[in-house]
């Protein structure tokens, strides 16, 4: 199997159904198209990077075909774009009702942040509620 990721394809990425789940900023971010063999399966992305205490972090996004979904590729695709944007942390937030993300997220390595960093992202309009925000830390 050969990940790639290749430059976004706007076209692509509009064919989603679900494209509202994501906002995509080209503007405030980087984001690319997922290949597996060649074959176009997703979209994966971050707003961002942001750079603090050593880290180059970014607010990661992804969308993937519902066919790839369950295939134990979302760490594989993670770690291909930390590398090469050169990143090494990502956060993701989840609405607290997709649980299989959540687990898939968790999987991986990703922690949920602390409850007070949490509160203090909801008042300042930087997470909505009803959502979580998860971390993970690559070495």
């Known amino acids: 199997m050969k990940l790639t990721l290749i430059d976004f394809d706007n076209k692509f990425y509009n064919s989603f159904d679900d494209k509202n789940e994501i906002k995509v900023s080209l503007t405030k971010g980087n984001y690319y198209t997922i290949l597996i063999d060649g074959v176009k399966i997703g979209i994966v992305g971050y707003i961002g990077p942001f750079e603090r205490r050593n880290l180059k972090s970014g607010l990661v996004q992804i969308l993937i075909k519902d066919e790839f979904r ?24 989840i609405k607290e009702n997709n ?3 959540i687990k898939a997220h968790k999987k991986i390595g990703f922690r949920k942040i602390n409850y ?4 203090q992202l909801i008042k300042s309009n930087k997470l909505r509620t009803g959502w979580v925000r998860l971390i993970k830390i690559y070495k």
């Open 99 to 101: 649980i299989i993300s």
């Open 70 to 93: 369950r295939k134990n590729l979302l760490g594989k695709i993670y770690k291909k774009l930390v590398f090469q944007d050169h990143m090494n942390c990502l956060f993701a937030s």
């Open 116 to 119: 007070k960093l949490e509160n």
